[in-house]
């Protein structure tokens, strides 16, 4: 596979891509909408609020989406819409301002304030920017306002994490110089971001930043020399405006499992010239650790049938993973829309006559999902499960969002996620 | 725009969701975009029910709003139809659908299904879950029975008083509390005083069960945010009375008994006294053998079993949706020997009631969704035991008190494997147990209070049944402090901010004061400070803070 650096910025970037035939479907969406990424996004930055602007059912949404409701108080809210907003009998502006101070009295601590567009704001067209740099005018430095929509509208789940990363990317400083720097583009857990900075720097690759930084308010440098190493899948709009800021797109899979992190290192390494034995050595021992506790799951997992509805927009790469890696099959590999930019590099991975799927009619999925009868089936909570109660064993796909599995050292984390449900029926005798 | 970070309640459409999920062969369509989907997992999840909820979501796109989403409506219903095919489909909207006035319900209405179709219009924007859950079951069972009502001037005709009565148990539905268990349990009163259950609704109801409710001889009103509609529409088009009494607790479960004893001419008196005649302290061997339920609950004698001295004033904080909060306020003082030091709802529309209840206990309610609100009045009041929601939960994690969940909205852990309903007598030992327990137990405490300086108490030690919570209490003291100065910083300034007013401690009275358990503390020195303010004290010793203990009480 030829993977070359890639500078457009248009939808037409091309890359050499198999031509796999892709079921295209319209119904019924059973997957979250945007407002969902607020649940990480929260965490990830532990400098910023994400306020929603939008119904009681936004708010519901984020707070059922959490599951277990996290303790702390939460860094997000939502200011709820009433009838007197949409009857034009309040100023939606002056609201906003009215609802903002007093979050940001209650929370000083706030560096970073996201307003978040949702379905009924969209549709009355609140103008969130402007909204923003009226506010930006009273609370900057003290506190940055930016804005995004997570609307389910426009964007599905993991999109609201490239929605809000598109929105920090015009603010992120001009790099001084045009010496090369990398720049690994999603959010990772803390312990994954700190493992791949420790890999960097043995092969010598460097300066690393990460973005989204820890604090919001700590934002990387982006310019001429940037190379873009993206470590999810969902992140079109931001990689296109981080192209447009001057910086360079290194195509290449996804650090799931051991090849994908490997191809994905290599992708940074060649720019930096290192390669041949440097580059063997300075993965060797994580690729060593990591084919050690693969080999465990692998004997699970070899041949059986494997079915994903769309969800988070990992089903691909993850997908990948299990039939190559660990030798499963792939019945449908279902996920919510194909950017071929961001994902010929996967999709070239795939084996020959993978049946894709974009977008969802979740009732004949299910139709073709009880046909086929899959060992395992990747789907959301709503349909888990109703699944199991028909005899099928799922994973639960939102599990594989929020948990560290990116790189060497979870790929056997990774393995063990989809191993984990046939272990338990075994395990089970009743 | 309202601020709110954490809510009681779902959008109205979720209430009706609860009403389609409860019920067998209705089918719900909603007008909805992407992502209201997510709805679907409060049952897969927090219930762990085993079907998906009987709903089909149009999820339109912005691509799909220049073009024809009323077509896609009609789309739906028809798809949904022919898939499912319900008796009865409801049809409605979510928030972002009600903003581009479709009018889904009546669309579908114009479709000429060959089934009922109910129009459902829930305003999003003003209403929330429980009101759409009643709006629901009432559109929904007038639909069905508005063929069957008789005409104005109607009388019911006398029971035969050889038929055994039958009455309708309405409200219990699919996320409510408990609401599975306690089915069982006033299934078990009514057969206790002769009384059959006619339709158990929406809980495991069919359109063709809904169709015979006119057979019953009165409703039960189970959950009043839900029921109350209904039943008075049924009370007024059939005749039925409605028993409005809420079998939770032992003084309620008799007084419930005596409410259809008065509904259906039947004398209840042998009910009601067995209920008071016996311990259930007494293992005998006829006893420990029987299946027979005892008709009676465990709890008077519990609490009159001199272990449970140790519970008498123990300061509660109640807060829930209306029916959990009354029947709680008057279980623990009456039947649990408590003290009430705070008590709240969720449940606006009968804020007067919570209000009214308050006051016999010289409180204000406190009548609010803010979380936050809640979390200083909780603060505030310094209890021993919170009685809440799983909101409350957090909250009295976060300070470091024990607490039960009473009512919605719950989590997956309040839908337990094992029988545990809230009402009638078996209701009543659950309460027991569940309220009691998290509690520290009398000698437990003493020993406590006697040596607090052991080294091996931790501080904010709580009972041995109860979870401590893992943080110390200097950050839970911290913490009510933060949540009550939050509190009073988000109030608008009516009052200038208390004085210092030259108040100090002397080192003895600071260091005394220390000894007092920390999830009290800060009440206790609130309190000395204002006892020693009003002397004009400046100077608090150990002297004064037994002086003010002495004046206040405890």
Redesign the interface.
Known sequence: MALKPCTATTKEAKVASPNLPVLKERGQREVFCGLTGIVWLHRKMQDAFFLVVGSRTCAHLIQSAAGVMIFAEPRFGTAILGDRDLAGLADANDELERVVAQLLGRRPDIKTLFLVGSCPSEVIKLDLATAAEKLNREYFPQTRILNYSGSGIETTFTQGEDACLGSMVPVLPEKETDEPALMVVGSLADVVEDQFQRLFDRLGVGPVSFFPPRRAAELPEVGKGTKLLVAQPFLSETVRSLLHRGAELLPAPYPFGIEGTTAWLRAAADVWGIGGQAFEEAIAPAVSRAETGLARYRETLNGRKAFFFPDSQLEIPLARFLSRECGMELTEVGTPYIDRMLMDAEIALLPEGTALAEGQDVERQLDRCREAHPDITVCGLGLANPLEAEGMSTKWSIELVFSPLHGYDQAADLAELFARPTERRRRLSV | ???????Y???P??GAMRVATSMEQVHYVIHA??????????F??IE?????PPV???????R??GGDTAEMVKT?VQ?AYD?FQPQVMLVGE???AE??QDQPGALAQGMNLPVPVVNLEL????K?ENWGASETLYHLIRTLLLPLVPEPGFQRPERDPQVRPKANILGPTALGFRCRDDIQEVIKLLGEVGVDANVVAPLGATPDDIRRMPDADFNISLYPEISNTVCSWLERSFKQPTVKTVPLGVGATRDFIQEIGDVTGIDVGAVLVRSRSDTLGNWSASRITSTEAPGASRLPWYSRSVDSTYLTGKRVFIFGDATHVLAAARITTEELGFTLVGIGTYSRKFARQVRALAKEHDLEAVITDDYLAVEAAVAEAAPELVLGT?MER?IA??LGLPCAVISTPI?VQDVPARYSPQMGWEGANVIFDDWVHPLMMGLEEHLIGMFRDDFEFAEGHMSHLHTAAESNSADMEKAVEVAIA?EE??KPAESAPEEESGVTWAPSGLAELKKIPFFVRGKVKRNTEKFAQGLGITEITVDTLYEAKARIGK
């Open positions: 725009m309202e601020l709110t970070l954490w809510t309640e779902g959008p459409h979720v975009p992407q992502g209201d989907t997510y709805a679907d997992l409060l897969t999840m762990r029910r085993d079907r998906r089909t979501y149009t999820t339109f796109q912005a799909d709003l739906s798809d898939r979510s928030c972002t903003l581009i305003p999003a924007y003003s929330k799983q957090h994690k976060r989590h939050a910083q988000a």
